[in-house]
C-alpha cells in the first residue's frame, strides 16, 4: 500500500495565482510544493506590501538599489534569514548564501529541511538589484 501524501504540510492556493483549467477553479500548490510556493512569496513580498498585514514579506526589497557588494550580499542573507524564520515555520534552514553570478543580480541560495518530514531542498532565488534586470 501507498504512503498516504503528508496532509500536514498544507494545501493551498498555488502561486502565482493562476486557472486551474477551463472550470474557473483556482490552481492548488499541496505539500512539498506548497512549501516552495510560500518561500518564493515570503521573498517576493516587500514589508509593507500587504495594507492588513504589514510585517509580512522580506526586506531585501529596501536594497533593490545598493551596491553589488560583500555588505548587500550580507545584508540580503540575514534578510531572507528572518524573514523565513518568522514566517515558514515549517522549514529548518540549513543555509543561505548569496553570490553574485552576473552583474546587478544576486543569486539567493537557500538549502533547508521541511521539519515534519526530514525532506531536504535546494531553492535559487534571484534578486534584481537594480530596475533593469538587463543593466
Known sequence: MADAPPEF???????????AGPDGTVARAAYQDSIEQAIWLILSTAKGERPMRPDFGCGIHDLVFALNDATTAGRVTEEVRDALALWEPRVELQDVSVTSDQPGVLAVRIAGQVR????????????????????
Do not use: I, S
Request: proline share 10%; charged share 15%.
Open 116 to 135: 515534519a518530514t526530514n525532506a531536504r531542498f535546494n531553492l535559487v532565488y534571484p534578486f534584481y538589484l537594480t530596475e533593469d534586470p538587463q543593466a
Open 9 to 19: 504540510l498544507g494545501r493551498g492556493w498555488a502561486f502565482p495565482v493562476a486557472l
